[in-house]
């Protein structure tokens, strides 16, 4: 599984294909202050990307892709600048 719970961290780990993104989901939409790791992530499917974009948890770590870690990750970043995430985003998905 390349989606683990770490307290509330969420380390998004190895290759994570769209299978795993109703398991991000899920903990994502569980109130708590979220912190999503990608230090560990090689690959990571759109459907992820999306979830994120939509959530806009806090975010750490530099993944050692260089497409995730020049272009995908500067723009969640830039999302979540641009917008803070709306109180209840969880409960108005």
């Given amino acids: 599984m390349s989606v ?3 307290g509330w961290t969420i380390r998004l780990e190895g290759a994570c294909p769209v299978e795993e993104a109703e398991a991000l989901t899920a903990l994502l939409e569980t109130p708590g202050p979220w912190t ?3 230090s ?3 690959q990571l ?3 992820l990307v999306q979830a ?3 959530y806009r948890p806090a975010l750490q770590g530099t993944p ?3 497409f995730l ?3 995908v990750l500067p723009a969640l970043i830039r999302a979540q600048a ?3 995430n709306p109180a209840g985003a969880a409960a108005n998905p």
């Fill in 4 to 6: 683990r719970q770490d």
């Fill in 40 to 42: 560990g992530c090689r």
């Fill in 45 to 47: 499917h759109t459907a």
């Fill in 82 to 84: 641009r917008t803070p």
């Fill in 64 to 66: 050692d892709d260089p």
């Fill in 69 to 71: 870690s020049r272009l």
């Fill in 36 to 38: 999503v790791d990608l």
């Fill in 52 to 54: 994120l974009l939509r």
